[in-house]
């Protein structure tokens, strides 16, 4: 039985379609359970030669060639037809399929009886999306946010297409994704969602051979956005749902050409006529005042729309640039390990240019928008009421993995309070902060699954009043978060996770598998504990900094005695005993007096080992260890210049201005530092 088949539109896809094909030919899924169906619309490259070939090799892959629609759509909706298998995914002919993504998808799917499986999406051309935070077995676009995921690169049961009647609009158009995933979506009655492995990479080529353009139309786009709300509006009853689902579009698909930066940097021609355009829709759908869409926007973006509604252009311009001024600040307040899981407490809030806060004032019961960007507002004689100023608040600590370019998020949300700030006699104010505590767990952090090795630097994602910034989770200089940079081993087979301060910034981050020696410098910076001699004295304990989760496991390292050319290395563990110990076995005799004890966790031998301690013997054995804080006054002098703003944003000035050759020569030399730098 053919379980899947994956249809890839094709048009002179160049260099791109081998990187393509090559991913879809080595699924984990047996060869014989899935097909490749590539439709090549009208190629005038040398595609159809090698799609051909690749035909005449593998069984498996089917091609069909014809004349050119001018747009994905007809090609997709060909493949469709062609398809043989139980389900079929869409993949565009530049980007990649994961080894496992078919085989994960379709188990996923077929177990819960989903019509559409959507595996996350990882690489160049996307950003962190809460759609895939976990895996989710079965769901519907009414309990989930589905809609915040509009691109068609996706699994869908092939009766269910066929028996609704959803094909993609064929010829050239605007939003024929949307448009597609809108009666896809309102017609499901089951979605699962893989949160665990990135199943699909969309892929920004070099060339931009994958944008969809600069020119836009913008009557033909709007005439497209219609449809797409004909389309949610014929699949759903009238109510929350509904509105949800129209409110997404009126903030995605036209607000955002409304707000900034945008709208200020518009030329102003194209500014009154996307302005035209988008208050003539709005009028259409949601009419002139306030409504179940527009009610349940957030307070600034409600703004936006009623300035749009009562026609003031120039409101707009002037909230937007007032708007843009507006900067986050999150605050770290807690960092420490807990039952094998770093907790993270951190606090946001908006704050003027000058530091202030954005505050919203209390009058007579009710909540209105800080005067520095409402004040003066046409239309606006009385202020903005917000209502609930903590109704809107939303948002979650991400972590983002360098090596795959893939965001992760913990499970906790973030929530809004009030915190009284000025009280002039007359009027009280207070400011939002939105804060949580977040549980970071490295064995489930990755959607319910382990973090891969690397590096993983935690960011927070705030909204405040329907403000939303993008904040790098840092820590200053200061000893108080030196205790809290404990690494720790999790989980069996046992794991080496160390929490950085990072340079230049100090954004905290956890290395994970220590694959830079982050715990052996962590241990020479911390400091060594006690030492347990067995009675014979050739076995060792020597006490570590580490902290061990539930049920951890020992992890294998070395040890090396001794200086180069007279040294011995020793294989150790590291292992929960009480507190986490080095132990060693069969520690042979050495000479009297001071030796260095250096330590090494990946055992591969492509690292140095890293001191973290001296040795005294006498008689042959090891007797003490002293803790020697390798190199700690040098080490700590980054991270203090790091803490100082001015200074920080002085050396970029300074950098951006070298030529590019030297600018990146000076970057690398910061980021070595930052890498030796293991005072946290």
Not at 518 to 538: Q, R, Y
Request: hydrophobic fraction near 40%; glycine fraction near 10%.
């Amino acid at each position: 039985m053919i379980k899947a088949s994956v249809v890839v539109p094709v048009y002179n896809p160049g260099p791109y379609l081998q990187h393509c094909a090559e991913s879809l030919l080595n699924q984990s899924l047996p060869p014989d359970e899935y097909e490749i169906v590539f439709v090549d619309d009208g190629s005038t490259d040398d595609s159809p030669r090698h799609l051909d070939e690749l035909a005449a090799t593998h069984p498996r892959v089917r091609v069909h060639h014809q004349e050119n629609s001018g747009w994905p759509g007809k090609p997709r909706n060909v493949g469709v037809e062609l398809a043989r298998g139980e389900y079929v995914q869409f993949v565009d002919q530049d980007d990649v399929l994961a080894p496992e993504a078919l085989e994960r998808m379709y188990a996923l799917g077929s177990s819960n009886d989903a019509d559409i499986v959507l595996g996350k999406v990882g690489g160049t051309m996307t950003g962190p999306s809460t759609v895939f935070a976990q895996t989710v077995p079965s769901c519907t676009v009414a309990d989930a946010p589905l809609i915040e995921s509009l691109t068609p690169h996706k699994m869908f049961r092939r009766s269910f297409l066929m028996d609704n009647g959803i094909w993609f609009p064929e010829g050239r158009r605007r939003l024929e994704d949307q448009l597609f995933m809108a009666r896809a979506y309102t017609r499901a009655k089951s979605v699962s969602i893989v949160g665990d492995y990135v199943c699909y990479y969309w892929l920004r080529r070099d060339d931009g051979g994958n944008n969809s353009g600069n020119a836009l139309n913008l009557r033909g786009y709007y005439a497209n956005v219609r449809e797409v709300m004909d389309a949610i509006e014929e699949g759903t009853d009238p109510g929350e749902v509904r509105d949800r689902l129209l409110r997404r579009l009126l903030r995605v698909e036209m607000m955002s050409r409304l707000r900034e930066p945008r709208l200020v940097r518009y030329s102003e021609g194209y500014r009154n006529a996307g302005y035209r355009e988008v208050r003539k829709l709005t009028l259409e759908r949601f009419g002139s005042g306030p409504g179940g869409v527009v009610d349940g926007l957030a307070p600034v973006m409600r703004l936006r729309v009623t300035l749009l509604q009562r026609d003031r252009l120039d409101g707009l311009m002037e909230l937007a640039r007032r708007c843009e001024k507006v900067r986050a600040e999150a605050e770290v307040e807690e960092v420490t390990w807990r039952a094998g899981a770093l907790r993270v407490g951190v606090r946001a809030r908006l704050l003027h240019p000058d530091g202030r806060p954005v505050v919203v004032t209390e009058r007579a019961g009710r909540y209105y928008l800080d005067d520095e960007l409402a004040a003066g507002l046409p239309t606006l004689a009385e202020g903005w009421d917000v209502g609930d100023p903590c109704e809107h608040v939303q948002g979650d600590l991400r972590v983002h993995h360098r090596d795959s370019d893939t965001w992760w998020f913990a499970p906790e949300p973030l929530h809004g309070s009030l915190e009284r700030v000025v009280h002039d006699g007359t009027q009280v104010h207070h400011q939002v902060v939105a804060s949580g505590v977040f549980t970071l767990d490295p064995d489930r952090l990755a959607g319910g699954g382990p973090l891969a090795g690397g590096r993983h630097d935690l960011w927070l994602s705030a909204q405040i009043l329907g403000l939303g910034r993008s904040l790098r989770i840092t820590l200053d200089g200061s000893s108080r978060w030196k205790q809290a940079m404990v690494p720790a081993v999790v989980g069996d087979p046992a794991r080496i996770v160390v929490p950085q301060r990072t340079l230049p910034d100090g954004q905290l981050a956890l290395e994970v598998d220590a694959r830079g020696q982050a715990l052996a410098s962590a241990v020479a910076s911390l400091g060594v504990g006690p030492l347990h001699v067995s009675e014979g004295g050739t076995h060792l304990q020597l006490s570590l900094p580490v902290r061990t989760g539930p049920g951890a496991g020992a992890h294998q390292a070395e040890v090396v005695i001794g200086r180069a050319g007279a040294s011995h290395t020793l294989p150790g563990r590291i292992q929960p005993a009480g507190t986490t110990v080095l132990a060693l076995e069969h520690v042979p005799a050495l000479p009297a007096g001071r030796h260095p004890i250096a330590l090494r966790t990946n055992g591969t031998g492509e690292r140095p080992a890293v001191p973290i301690g001296t040795a005294v013997v006498r008689g042959g054995r090891i007797v003490a260890v002293r803790a020697v804080r390798h190199n700690a006054p040098l080490r700590r002098l980054p991270a203090r210049l790091a803490s100082d703003r001015q200074l920080r944003r002085r050396v970029h000035q300074l950098v951006r201005k070298l030529p590019d050759e030297q600018a990146d020569l000076v970057r690398k030399v910061l980021r070595e530092v930052a890498r030796w730098s293991r005072s946290r």
